[in-house]
């Protein structure tokens, strides 16, 4: 069944009212940029002049020394000690693209100091997320074994919210390293050391890295004390400046905000990524691009993050750090090819359970319900998270997906469900899906995104009482998707050459510092035009003047753009096709013009 567009409430962010004219045009001259470009920054809730400088040319000099870190000298200094006496270190990372990267910048640096080291990463469908006992005792095994000691137990981006396998790993003679990012809970593991920049007590001012931009600053403050010792020759110093790339790759696939010390992270991280160091990353960027143009936030976001991510969702995350860590070229091609196979499989399975889901949904179901539980037994419980962003996005409300269980072995009697929810703005599911606690068997996330385990005889009740819950929370305009747009723009403004040389110093775009939305109103679309499956070409001309616009998933409004003049809302790209640089307009929304 097709459901129509949702039809968005265009809103204009409001700049404050004690900014005056004569303060944008006076920032503007002392930076050099135009008063539209200050215009955006203070929609960001810059007002200062040396602010905005230093945002639009963040620099790896401005990150805030590792020590700062809590927990960050005896980490090291129990690294130190296994570099000393060559003791066996195992990094366990998540198996996402955060925790993969964290994973194997850890496990290079390791590499090139000499320390034996290997790494682990659970499988997604047996062992879920985290520690777990398997594990641990696999991983001791291992290095009694081999090295005739438990040696060091290491976290990527995981640890800090298991603390009875942490005890246990103790218990069998580990020494524990916890390097995470996820909120602590009120009763922290007792681990040998905790890095993570959100646990009490530590005054690191960048509160929300991701897992790898803390694992980036374990190998940076281990560095540090390494060259303090004078353990290298000056010109042998690692250059940590060359993991950046992984560092970025993680950071965006996280979706934490891109500002502060991850602004300067991401900014840094193209750069190395573009210079093409890594050939595990040239391989996937291969079959990932369609053109050799440099690599950007969206490459990340919309092409390398999800085959990585893929990988760990289908099959197993550590053919992504063996790609990101290999030299040989046949063996990282071998790699991009089962990452690029992945991907494949998960698309096609992503699309056969999103179309389940919405044959699920009516538009009487929409009438009434506040939000969507849905259930099937063989769902893939890989892609559920994705799938529920998805339907989210479609019917604008709170979703969740459940099914069977794959960790039914574990001594349960009864049969357990297993999914992944996705919210809306101005609902917090994780809130909702706490209220129901007393059904479920476990779950976790923030307020944006969940997961969750429940004995199946619970569904029913479990999604009448997330549905009153999300009701209790929301108003007449709840369910009604809204579009912020920074300003309404005109084509002559968005073609001066001086604003385009200055957007580009916005970048990179992502959470906390999204793409500026601008908006047009009553224009004519020259050339409206079906491509693709469902997407709309257009081009808009005034005088001498003309740029390009594609609207991806807007085909059905061609005919419509033919009739009558048009609002667009759109976002702004600088487009690369056969070897020429163009800038277009990206639609965010279209939608003929009341005026």
């Known amino acids: 069944m097709d459901f129509p567009r949702p039809e968005k409430k265009w809103l204009f962010r409001q700049k404050p009212e004690n900014i005056s004219g004569e303060q944008v045009k006076k920032i503007a001259g002392d930076c050099g940029i135009p008063e539209t470009i200050v215009n955006i920054l203070i929609l960001r809730g810059f007002s200062d002049g040396q602010n905005i400088k230093d945002f639009l040319n963040p620099s790896l000099h401005e990150l805030p020394r590792p020590h700062l870190m809590k927990g960050m000298d005896k980490a090291v200094s129990i690294l130190l000690e296994a570099l000393k006496f060559q003791q066996p270190v195992t990094v366990f990372g998540d198996f996402d693209a955060d925790g993969v990267t964290s994973t194997a910048i850890l496990s290079q640096f390791f590499n090139e100091l000499g320390v034996p080291s290997h790494t682990y990463i659970p499988d997604r469908m047996s062992e879920g997320y985290g520690l777990n006992s398997k594990a641990v005792r696999k991983i001791y095994d291992r290095h009694m074994k081999q090295w005739g000691e438990a040696g060091i137990l290491l976290t990527a981006d995981c640890g800090i919210s298991d603390a009875d396998v942490v005890s246990e790993a103790r218990s069998l003679g580990f020494r524990v390293i916890i390097t995470d990012h996820h909120k602590p809970p009120k009763k922290l593991p007792q681990a040998d050391a905790i890095i993570n920049p959100l646990q009490p007590g530590c005054t690191f001012p960048c509160k929300h890295l991701a897992g790898v931009g803390v694992a980036f600053y374990l190998i940076l403050g281990l560095r540090s004390e390494l060259m303090t010792n004078g353990h290298w020759p000056e010109d042998k110093i690692p250059n940590l400046k060359l993991y950046m790339d992984l560092v970025a790759i993680g950071t965006v696939a996280d979706q934490v905000h891109v500002t502060g010390c991850n602004r300067i992270i991401v900014k ?47 099959g197993s995350a550590g053919k992504a750090v063996k790609l990101m860590t290999t030299s040989f070229p046949e063996e990282a091609q071998q790699f991009a090819e089962e990452l690029e196979a992945a991907n494949n499989s998960r698309k096609s399975i992503e699309a056969d359970i999103f179309a389940e889901a919405a044959s699920m949904v009516s538009p009487e179901t929409l009438d009434t319900a506040n939000s969507l539980v849905l259930y099937k037994n063989n769902w893939h419980q890989g892609v559920l998270g994705i799938v529920a962003s998805r339907l989210s996005d479609q019917f604008y409300r709170p979703i969740i997906l459940l099914t069977d269980s794959t960790q039914n072995d574990n001594g349960e009697s009864q049969k357990l469900v297993k999914g992944s929810g996705r919210s809306i703005e101005g609902i917090d599911i994780h809130e909702a899906v706490s209220s129901c606690q007393g059904m479920l068997q476990r779950f976790g996330g923030h307020a944006g995104a969940v997961g969750l385990t429940l004995p199946a005889d619970n569904i029913e009740s479990f999604r009448y009482r997330f549905d009153a819950f999300i009701g209790s929370q929301s108003g007449k305009d709840t369910f009604s998707p809204s579009l912020f747009i920074d300003m309404q723009t005109t084509l002559n403004e968005l073609t001066e050459r001086k604003f385009l040389a200055a957007f580009t110093f916005l970048a990179p775009f992502g959470a906390g510092n999204p793409e500026p939305i601008f908006c047009m109103k009553s224009q004519k679309l020259s050339n409206p035009r079906l491509v693709g499956a469902n997407h709309l070409r257009f081009t808009i001309m005034e005088n001498d003047k003309s740029i390009n616009g594609i609207g991806f998933g807007f085909g059905d409004l061609v005919a419509a753009s033919k009739k009558g003049v048009m609002d667009l809302a759109f976002t702004l790209r600088l487009n690369s096709y056969m070897g020429q640089e163009k800038w277009q307009l990206n639609i965010v929304d279209l939608r003929p013009s009341s005026a």
């Open 268 to 314: 840094s991280g193209l750069e190395i990524l573009n210079q093409a160091n890594r050939i595990g990353l040239q391989k996937l960027l291969a079959n990932a691009k369609n053109s050799n143009t440099e690599v950007t936030v969206e490459d990340i976001a919309f092409r390398l993050a999800p085959r990585i991510n893929a990988v760990g969702r289908i």
